[in-house]
């Protein structure tokens, strides 16, 4: 069975760091995209952050400079570096994995979806 957990959130101010791990289990990880997602309530659902099988990164503008995602493929764990959080980071993250080949960038996982999701992990931002 293909399994995502997250862990890592919480409740920091505003200019804090998280770092969330995810780790994966019941596929070839090593071969997979990767990707963190959010959603705040009321919002629509944003990719953060992808890297691919070789460790190829893409993040939308709004987290490029503080954001970080990084995979330990020995471990089988996905990282992504939170630093500089801001209120409007405040949102349910998910991991997600894609088995299947095409593009792993933030806008083809956002586009096209990807196929195994985690059950999210709450980071919530204060001012």
């Known amino acids: 069975q293909v399994q995502l957990v997250e862990s890592g959130g919480g409740s920091v101010q505003a200019g804090g760091s998280l770092r969330l791990s995810c780790a994966a289990s019941?596929?070839?990880?090593?071969?997979?995209?990767m990707g963190w997602f959010r959603q705040a309530p009321g919002k629509e659902r944003e990719g953060v952050a992808t890297i691919d099988s070789d460790g190829s990164t893409s993040y939308p503008d709004s987290v490029k400079d503080r954001f970080t995602i990084s995979r330990d493929n020995a471990k089988n764990t996905l990282y992504l570096q939170m630093n500089s959080l801001k209120p409007e980071d405040t949102a349910m993250y998910y991991c997600a994995a894609a088995e299947a080949n095409g593009p792993c960038t933030v806008v083809a996982a956002t586009v096209y979806g990807m196929d195994y999701w985690g059950k999210g992990t709450l980071v919530t931002i204060s001012s």
């Open positions: 019941g596929y070839t990880y090593s071969s997979s995209c």
